[in-house]
């Protein structure tokens, strides 16, 4: 995710760090140069003399400009609703770690230094690696090596081998708050509140694969794409009889907001990827892991993750 304040001035017009344009400048170039040659040549290919008004343009334009909106906006609400549920997961990662300390009696404070035997600190160690977990599943990463301190070895073993890490995580702590239920640690209301916050927890999870597994349907995309293509590379011999030599100016700026909007929405569209405009998945998976090592009073507490060149991952 682009962090950054916003340039003023001609600054604006150089920023390249989270803008679209590297992107779309392979066919912005080639529409650009089209439309230079259909100025330098009047519109003439190949000694015909092709002859379009800008009628069709203007109505051609607005509904292009109508369905780009409506697109990015379904885009746009893919990206939002993901932030808001791992909003969701920093919330109840921590209602989890001061409900562990709170409702499980134990004889001893919630500290780190407890080990796994303590099931408080278990519990807790085994949401951060959710937490991580998900993130990796959900970029299509295997590499788990960062959740080797949190979990047991027969855990260890056994999350590379299930299909789904976090679900498997659920079903463990599931466990946890039936072995605290059968040894009397919890009554059946703590138990409850307890299982509402996992339960919410893997909600969000559920609700992060299905903005994965679930895409913009394809051959919506690829009306808007090849009509948003078909329309700029056009445009120049709608232009050139009324602009002349102003074709390739007006032309660079219409198809640089076609085709940046267009791309724009390819890229929000999927928002746990790790382009510069995706979630910054890592960062809050972070801020999870300080926030409930902390709760354990652990020695052990990243720090959190750096702003590089304008960019959070």
Request: hydrophobic share 45%; with cysteine.
């Amino acid at each position: 995710m682009i962090v950054r304040d916003r340039p003023s001035g001609f600054r604006l017009f150089f920023v390249l760090r989270g803008s679209i344009l590297p992107q779309i400048r392979g066919p912005l170039l080639a529409n650009t140069l089209v439309a230079t040659i259909v100025a330098v040549t009047h519109g003439a290919l190949f000694h015909l003399k092709i002859t379009l008004t800008t009628i069709p343009f203007s109505l051609i334009g607005l509904a292009l400009a109508i369905f780009l909106g409506f697109r990015n906006s379904a885009a746009y609400d893919r990206y939002w609703e993901a932030r808001k549920l791992w909003g969701e997961l920093v919330h109840r990662s921590r209602s989890l770690a001061r409900q562990c300390q709170s409702l499980i009696d134990m004889p001893t404070p919630m500290l780190a230094s407890n080990g796994l035997s303590d099931v408080r600190v278990r519990m807790v160690y085994r949401t951060i690696a959710f937490v991580h977990a998900l993130r990796h599943m959900l970029r299509d990463s295997t590499d788990y090596h960062e959740l080797t301190p949190l979990l047991s070895e027969h855990e260890t073993r056994r999350l590379t081998q299930t299909s789904n890490p976090p679900d498997w995580l659920m079903q463990c702590m599931g466990q946890d708050l039936q072995q605290c239920l059968q040894e009397g640690r919890l009554d059946g209301c703590r138990a409850a509140a307890l299982d509402a916050t996992l339960s919410a927890m893997a909600s969000a999870a559920a609700g992060c694969e299905r903005i994965k597994n679930t895409p913009i349907p394809f051959s919506y995309a690829l009306l808007l794409h090849r009509t948003a293509y078909l329309y700029c590379f056009l445009l120049p011999f709608g232009l050139v009889d009324s602009i002349g030599f102003m074709t390739p100016f007006v032309v660079g700026i219409v198809a640089y907001t076609f085709f940046g909007l267009d791309a724009l929405g390819d890229e929000i569209e999927e928002p746990f990827g790790l382009d510069p405009n995706d979630l910054p998945l890592e960062s809050i998976s972070r801020a999870i892991e300080i926030n409930l090592r902390e709760a354990l009073a652990d020695e052990h507490v990243p720090e959190e993750i750096a702003v590089i060149d304008h960019c959070l991952m």
